[in-house]
């Protein structure tokens, strides 16, 4: 399993908007350094899943649409189309002779997905310091 960027990026953008309450997108590439085209793109996916909303006009910008303690890192990969996949043959059944890791590969593949729906976004801010960059 990797982690992409869109999903880096995504959380990235959400621990700014958390410590800022209502910021525009440009101020959000200013402080992660992350293209403002790449955050419309996953802000479209953020919007629909509900975790961040927007609001337009002079002090308009993004704000979350939960609590902190509501958004899961898990929440955040699948809004971004991200999925949790440790091996093909965890999802589909394509292997035609199971292995001997199958169960194992089954079980690892549980406790990522327990794991990244207990972590939240408060957690990943008081985990990531004060003095830690975006």
Same mark, same amino acid.
């Given at each position: ?21 209502? $910021? *525009?997108?440009? @101020?959000?590439? &200013?402080?992660? %350094? ?7 793109? #996953?802000?479209? +996916? ?24 509501? $958004? *899961?890192?898990? @929440?955040?990969? &699948?809004?971004? %189309? ?7 043959? #965890?999802?589909? +059944? ?25 972590? *939240?976004?408060? @957690?990943?801010? &008081?985990?990531? %310091? ?5």
């Amino acid at each position: 399993m990797k982690i992409t960027k869109r999903t880096l990026y995504a959380i990235r953008a959400l621990v700014a908007i958390a410590e800022s309450g209502e $910021i *525009s997108i440009n @101020d959000i590439a &200013e402080k992660t %350094g992350i293209s403002g085209k790449f955050l419309e793109q #996953i802000f479209i +996916d953020l919007k629909k899943s509900g975790i961040i909303a927007s609001k337009r006009g002079l002090h308009g910008g993004y704000h979350l649409s939960k609590d902190l303690k509501k $958004i *899961s890192m898990y @929440d955040v990969m &699948e809004s971004v %189309g991200e999925e949790i996949e440790v091996a093909p043959c #965890i999802k589909d +059944d394509e292997c035609s002779t199971p292995c001997m890791v199958k169960n194992i590969l089954v079980d690892i593949h549980e406790k990522l997905l327990e794991y990244t729906k207990s972590v *939240s976004l408060k @957690d990943i801010i &008081e985990r990531g %310091g004060k003095n830690a960059e975006y």
